[in-house]
């Protein structure tokens, strides 16, 4: 655990989230988090720690854990853990169990605010009662499914604060995944194979705003692109676009390289990918790891072999050799450096000023999921704007 | 009026459009409109004729009129007049008061169902109290404008029948703009002034639907695209597609094109062209003429000078040329033919498809402004990709 | 013939040639060309005319013939008409007897230089010995066909004074057919079809300067592009272009548009034409209108209309129908206004100084084809960059 | 040493490479090579690995050394010398003297032909005279340098053999800068950086070939490129293309991320620099690690330190920090895996036809430098366009 390889990756981040520069200088004058214990679940990465050491710089105590096992990099943990006023609880590869007692040690912390991913800290607060969240003024949560969760808790009578859905900013949904994940995913893959995009066909599984960004980026980087959705008015977009629209199996049965990013499960199955050519490669840019079932694949082939770093061969008995990059889990994350630091820098503003929106507004927001303060998602725009003209930031 | 050039119109534009084709056999054999009056009120050339053909053909008998008198064209006029069951009043270049009063005869035709761009004729109806409205099933009406006149008619009761929001569809508002005013502005651009777009420095003002279709074919076309738009997420967004944000005058300053997209008045007004380079040329995509102030322009002017058929020379004291092509008129139909066939061939396969539903459901829909069912939306797109993929149109 | 109309255009494309403007002051102060005569066979439309008022300007007197009888716009030739010293013989429609009695009085003119299209004036000077070239100091040849003439002349032993080819400055040839062809074809068809590009599926048949314009520009207005090129080398960069490399038949099957830009004689026979899609669009970008057998599609059909201006249909006995746009000649000046302003601007310089380049070297260039001075050329693209940086032009 | 690691790489290489799986198939069963020997130097990395083990499977004995002490790869090294029949003289970081040994000793070896990668092999022979030469048919030669060094040898009368300039294939030299080096660049850059490229300033310094391909990966990922070039004419084109020409101070003022590919030393010193933004990366993608001053620019700086593997802060006494990516080396080799495998294939299967060419035509071909054959260079292009259509490639 080598806290000054912490601290370099956490500089390199910070100097290039201009955003977090910026709204730290404000922090650090006006403190406006002090006396406050923020309790934060989120990917433990330099980008993360930015975030973190920001909230601090406002004046807050924190209580950090891990939102995922396979997330966390122990030298960023050593790196915050060095840091007076940051308790961290978490190790790469700890069990689900361990992290889930860190979770139970962040809720007796007493946050007065949480920031997570996910939402396990909001529904280990709901096991606790009403008394559980009696110091809290409010959640901040960044993903769908921690959305969804909330929502779910709410109907149940059992959210007892005020929560934001920060996912739900324009400046969130509408950026990260098409820039973020269509430029990532892309690099990741080139960097697992080495292997060449133009001239290739490449198949994108799914039309929304992630597909929009790999169909993109594939296009960019001069593949001819084809795309699938089951929705046909995303699929005449896709058209309108110029691409190539087909059905799945004719897709497969075209595609050099295949990436889902459809948010469900087994789309591509063992059968579909009967289709698939000799020496097709398959990757996932969607949350979960299940879009390709490759338990199903590993099945149905005679063997397989880890042939680069994060490229497994599936030799079939056909003779098919059919190649995964990054196990079937985000090609982003799992084979790359995961998103741009632009993007989680402005991601990461929108947390910095929904903080300050529920602690500023403590005891006025009723209990319930809020959606993001369109005035706080035109201010994080007007600061990247005002990043890309040049001017000072400090 | 030769009715003769009308038709071969008519004949160019079917011919291109498959969903009506396909959707005609439909019509014809099971008659679904007869005993119905159907009140059209819309730009009358070729690509509305064949949606009162089909209309036609599904059995109904109709009212038509112009929905503006300058988009009228009297060989469209004369070919519909010849067809038994179509009565047609409208004439290019007709006064206002004469537009209106030919609404009123629409009106006076009883229709069971009214197929309209603006809200004419559901005003018109409304003036006449529920009586006015005894026959009538349904509205389906196209326009934003439209939309918002039938909303404020319900507001006040006066809207006595369901109305169909087909503005609505996503597949009218995703593609048209985008696609359709995208394509069809810069051809008439170029067709007017026999420019190169390549190497040029091209200002966007506005950056919706219109603004994203522009833009993006002003980059496929080999411009330099600088983007303004007052919503700074938006602006960020344009930033992220690789184009140049910039402040309006600062864009003004810059360009050799500038086209408006943004819906507002007076955008760019005499003061805000004094930063104009000598030289430039000024175009509106937007709905309304009133975008640019020519008007004011005019007067700020020493002289001005149609110079090529649908640009005028705007001479200023300072020696400068400003150059405003199609009068600050849409100028996709001011200095065009408007929206491609094919974006006409989706919007009217959405009315076709409304007409059905108000009828199929006469009587069970209640008064007010209904969404367009998402059936029907995904319906044309199915057609749309079934054409695409080359199956038979018939 | 209205010369004011013939005017009007002139100035619009002078206002649009800032190359012409810059060079026009030099060489009004200067007088370079007092004292020359100088001849000119050229397209005689709106931006020859520029360069023969700016070659008036620079001292010159003229006699002007036109290079195709169907190029010439006769208010163009009126308005040049009315110049004191510009001696024109051309008409629009003449016949090729009339239009090659004009090169010979050209001739009788004894030009002390001359400047054309297709090497007629060269030839009818070799017909007449040496004599007929005394008073010579040089040609300036701008096609390729008028260059493999001059070059079989000089083999001969008839090419009695220096020849400079212009048509391989690289400032020509790198960009007239990518930028000029690709785009002025495209807004040529738009304006032809009213159709659709985007989501369409185009087949560029022959991927030399022309095709890679054709495709690029193509691509830009959304279609999906098919390549054909007989050259496996050309195919293999369309391919790694992200365009879908095919056989001949097979993109013929596929494809809604097709545009040829071979050079060769019948690429597109009726026989090939079997492959072609009910309602396909051709259309020909090559020199010369020979790339399509139309008459042999004629002959293969039942009947050939003409269904919009400029487009005609061939209906088939199979019951499909081909739409031919611009008769198969070179479909931006066939259904369009031709290259873009500034593309001509740029050629019509390189002319300009080639023009300076013989006068000032009377007498010490040797007999024969000469490249294009590459300071020259250098001299011409310093000026359209300072022309994009903004520099006055006066 | 691990040769179970080398070997897995290589079998990546080759699953990648079908040129030479086909080529290898036709080597295996003509056996041209029989009885040669040949030397290779060339970068010792899995792709060439594939290369020597086609040359072996063709009937060769070879014998190898590197053509550059740290493109060697030992793990590769240690595969091939596992090999009968494949003497490999090589280790990664050796110092130049001992490379130049193995040269010699290659030269010992008494080559029948010499496949190389800069030339050391030829003016080892060339010294020892043309008895060192006497087993040798021909020399294929893969670089610029090396062609130089061939044409140098050849003017001093100390070429005794043939030699082909692999290089000049339109095959090689078209395909592998704007394809290869473009997006292998771009990859290396995001994965040194983790930074965000859309909507970034990219300044490319040198619009060859390599600068295309650079600045068109740029726009692919949604940068705004800004392009340098001193040739005026090659600066037009990148107008035109809509890139943003600027002169270099400018330029470097403005962006965000500079990449040279001049193929000239000391384009970038510390004086220019001095224009530079806080916080600019920069890069170099052209052949040689002189085109950024990087001593140059230690020497004017505070401090120089490593923030992530390949990338270097140069802190400047104004308070500025500049980032270098790769130490100034060839960024695509510096930071990331080298040209994309497929590229390689294409590459090195010019290099196999060219070993059959001198052997075929030995004795026949007469000493000095030869154009690569046309018919070669086809028929590489046909077998790439056979896969990419799908053919079956053994």
């Known amino acids: 655990m080598?806290?000054?390889?912490?601290?370099?990756?956490?500089?390199?981040?910070?100097?290039?989230?201009?955003?977090?520069?910026?709204?730290?200088?404000?922090?650090?004058?006006?403190?406006?988090?002090?006396?406050?214990?923020?309790?934060?679940?989120?990917?433990l990465e330099a980008k993360t720690a930015v975030l973190i050491l920001t909230l601090h710089a406002g004046g807050a105590e924190l209580f950090v854990v891990g939102s995922n096992p396979?997330?966390?990099?122990?030298?960023?943990?050593?790196?915050?853990?060095?840091?007076?006023?940051?308790?961290?609880?978490?190790?790469?590869?700890?069990?689900?169990?361990?992290?889930?007692?860190?979770?139970?040690?962040?809720?007796?912390?007493?946050?007065?605010?949480?920031?997570?991913?996910?939402?396990?800290v909001a529904v280990a607060l709901a096991e606790r009662g009403s008394e559980g969240?009696?110091?809290?003024?409010?959640?901040?949560?960044e993903t769908t499914t921690g959305v969804e969760r909330?929502?779910?808790?709410?109907?149940?009578?059992?959210?007892?604060?005020?929560?934001?859905?920060?996912?739900?900013?324009?400046m969130k949904h509408l950026l990260?995944?098409?820039?973020?994940?269509?430029?990532?995913?892309?690099?990741?893959?080139?960097?697992?194979?080495?292997?060449?995009?133009?001239?290739?066909?490449?198949?994108?599984?799914?039309?929304?705003?992630?597909?929009?960004?790999?169909?993109?980026?594939?296009?960019?980087?001069?593949?001819?692109?084809?795309?699938?959705?089951?929705?046909?008015?995303?699929?005449?977009?896709?058209?309108?676009e110029g691409y190539e629209v087909v059905m799945l199996p004719e897709g497969i049965a075209k595609?050099?390289?295949?990436?889902?990013?459809?948010?469900?499960?087994?789309?591509?199955?063992?059968?579909m990918l009967n289709h698939a050519k000799d020496g097709v490669l398959l990757a996932n840019a969607g949350h979960f790891g299940y879009e390709i079932d490759l338990p199903g694949l590993e099945k149905a082939s005679e063997s397989v072999t880890e042939v680069r770093p994060e490229v497994h061969a599936y030799t079939m008995p056909d003779g098919r050799t059919l190649f995964?990059?990054?196990?079937?889990?985000?090609?982003?994350?799992?084979?790359?450096?995961?998103?741009?630091?632009?993007?989680?820098?402005i991601s990461f503003a929108l947390q910095l000023l929904a903080v300050g929106h529920v602690i500023s507004l403590a005891g006025e927001l009723p209990p319930g999921v809020h959606p993001y303060p369109p005035e706080l998602d035109a201010e994080v725009a007007r600061m990247v704007l005002a990043k890309l003209a040049g001017e000072q930031t400090g």
Chains 1, 2, 3, 4 share one sequence.
Request: hydrophobic content about 45%; some cysteine.
């Open 255 to 271: 595609a050099d390289f295949v990436v889902t990013a459809t948010g469900r499960s087994g789309v591509l199955d063992a059968e």
């Open 324 to 345: 995964a990059i990054g196990r079937g889990e985000l090609v982003n994350l799992a084979a790359g450096d995961g998103h741009p630091v632009e993007i989680m820098d």
């Open 133 to 141: 969240s009696s110091a809290l003024v409010g959640i901040c949560e």
């Open 2 to 43: 080598d806290a000054d390889f912490g601290m370099k990756k956490i500089a390199w981040a910070q100097a290039h989230m201009p955003l977090h520069r910026m709204l730290r200088k404000r922090l650090e004058r006006e403190q406006p988090f002090a006396g406050h214990r923020i309790g934060v679940a989120l990917h």
């Open 176 to 240: 990260d995944n098409r820039y973020g994940t269509g430029q990532s995913s892309w690099e990741a893959i080139m960097r697992a194979t080495n292997l060449l995009i133009a001239g290739k066909t490449v198949l994108i599984v799914g039309y929304g705003w992630c597909g929009r960004g790999l169909a993109l980026r594939a296009a960019g980087l001069g593949a001819r692109v084809l795309v699938v959705d089951a929705d046909p008015v995303k699929a005449v977009e896709a058209a309108l």
């Open 70 to 120: 396979w997330s966390t990099q122990d030298e960023i943990v050593a790196a915050l853990a060095q840091q007076e006023g940051i308790h961290v609880r978490a190790q790469r590869g700890e069990s689900e169990r361990e992290r889930l007692q860190h979770v139970e040690r962040l809720v007796d912390f007493a946050p007065t605010v949480v920031v997570e991913d996910g939402g396990d």
């Open 150 to 170: 909330l929502h779910a808790l709410a109907r149940d009578g059992r959210l007892w604060v005020p929560a934001v859905a920060v996912n739900d900013a324009r």
